[in-house]
Nanobody
Framework: VQLQAYGGGVVQAGGSLRLSCAASGSTRSNYAMGWFRQSPGKEREFVARISGNGGITSYADSVKGRFTISRDNAENTVYLQMNTLKPEDTAVYYC?????????????????WGQGTPVTVSS
């Protein structure tokens, strides 16, 4: 499975961005998916996750109420809508897929990773 994340960029604080993660190379479309981010000098951290059919989602406390994860299995794409962005959201954002139906916050339990898309929020 190949994952391609895109949609990052530079935005002012309070602005919005929508990240996309397109999956290819498999006939399956119901992988559990997650978004993670990593800032310089920090470990990769969980942002949001979604189950294979989109019925279960979960968010890090730091983004709850501002970010929304969704998926379109017909398009093999997962989205991360990011609103009310803050400078502390600045990071490289990665999408990940898991062979199982249920997602998890633990990045070590994901089998496939995209290349990352950078997000910079200026104050």
């Amino acid at each position: 499975v190949q994952l391609q994340a895109y949609g990052g960029g530079v935005v002012q604080a309070g602005g919005s961005l929508r990240l996309s993660c397109a999956a290819s190379g498999s006939t399956r479309s119901n992988y559990a998916m997650g978004w993670f981010r990593q800032s310089p000098g920090k470990e990769r951290e969980f942002v949001a996750r979604i189950s294979g059919n989109g019925g279960i989602t979960s968010y890090a406390d730091s983004v709850k109420g501002r970010f929304t994860i969704s998926r379109d299995n017909a398009e093999n794409t997962v989205y991360l809508q990011m609103n009310t962005l803050k400078p502390e959201d600045t990071a490289v954002y990665y999408c990940a897929a898991r062979d199982l139906f249920i997602s998890t916050n633990d990045p070590t339990r994901y089998n496939y990773w995209g290349q990352g898309t950078p997000v910079t929020v200026s104050s």
